[in-house]
């Protein structure tokens, strides 16, 4: 159980246009997930909490307008990199608490490759 | 603030043979719980183990063992009998209490290389 997944597993796009990443709890109801960013050969660095419901919180230095977060549903958060730009190529990867469980592990996407051209 | 220092960015070891992989970590919180996870090359993270503040014996699964030494802040990863397949990035990584917002951060990471 506690399966999360996450969409698209990679993705190529054009310099200014906007690309949307969607990770899903699957078999369970996620009221907070977080967002993950990693660049190669480095560590993940937490960008922002999605609350269901809320606005997402995001981590200092992080740009909001430019990385929308919206958690729509239980089940449902998606990430947005607006006039994505070259810099913006990075490995995105998303992960769920079960609500039940505050301690226990998170649970993760496989995350998405985006490559901007 | 939460802290997490790893400070092996890349250990080798023979093919079974057991290898520890090396975490400190720092908080103010009395309530947070210590993770290892697996990311081979594909990306995906791999739970492996986890320690909470408040146990009171080290957590093993399998060939992972967590030594846990609360007073100086380590929560080393023991790998018994590596494989091959245990060649990947090991991260360290710890949750704090609500105060902290749940928030799971990592450490640098290690690349673990199992030579046959």
């Known amino acids: 159980g506690a399966v999360v997944s996450q969409h698209p597993s990679w993705v190529i796009c054009k310099s200014g246009t906007s690309v949307k990443i969607e990770c899903r709890s699957l078999d369970f109801q996620a009221t907070t997930m977080f967002w993950y960013r990693q660049f190669p050969k480095q560590s993940l660095m937490l960008m922002a909490t999605?609350?269901?419901?809320?606005?997402?919180?995001?981590e200092q230095g992080v740009e909001k307008d430019k990385f929308l977060i919206n958690h729509a549903s239980l089940t449902l958060s998606t990430l947005t990199v607006t006039s994505a730009h070259p810099e913006d190529s990075s490995f995105y990867i998303c992960s769920a608490e079960v609500p039940s469980m505050p301690q226990s592990p998170l649970h993760f996407g496989n995350g998405t490759r985006l490559t901007v051209t | 603030a939460q802290k997490i220092t790893q400070t092996q960015p890349g250990m080798f070891v023979q093919e079974k043979e057991a290898v520890t992989l090396d975490c400190t970590y720092d908080?103010?919180?009395?309530?947070?719980?210590l993770f290892w996870y697996k990311q081979p090359s594909s990306g995906e993270m791999i739970f492996l183990i986890y320690?909470?503040?408040?146990?009171?014996q080290n957590a093993t699964e399998g060939r992972y063992s967590l030594n846990f030494q609360k007073a100086r802040k380590s929560a080393n990863l023991v790998i018994s009998a590596s494989q091959l397949g245990d060649s990947a990035m090991y991260f360290c990584?710890?949750?704090?209490?609500?105060?902290?917002?749940?928030?799971?951060?990592f450490g640098q990471g290690t690349e673990l290389s199992v030579k046959p």
């Open positions: 908080t103010s919180d009395p309530s947070y719980g």
């Open positions: 320690q909470g503040s408040y146990d009171q």
């Open positions: 999605s609350n269901e419901g809320s606005k997402a919180t995001y």
């Open positions: 990584a710890m949750r704090g209490g609500y105060n902290q917002g749940g928030k799971l951060i």
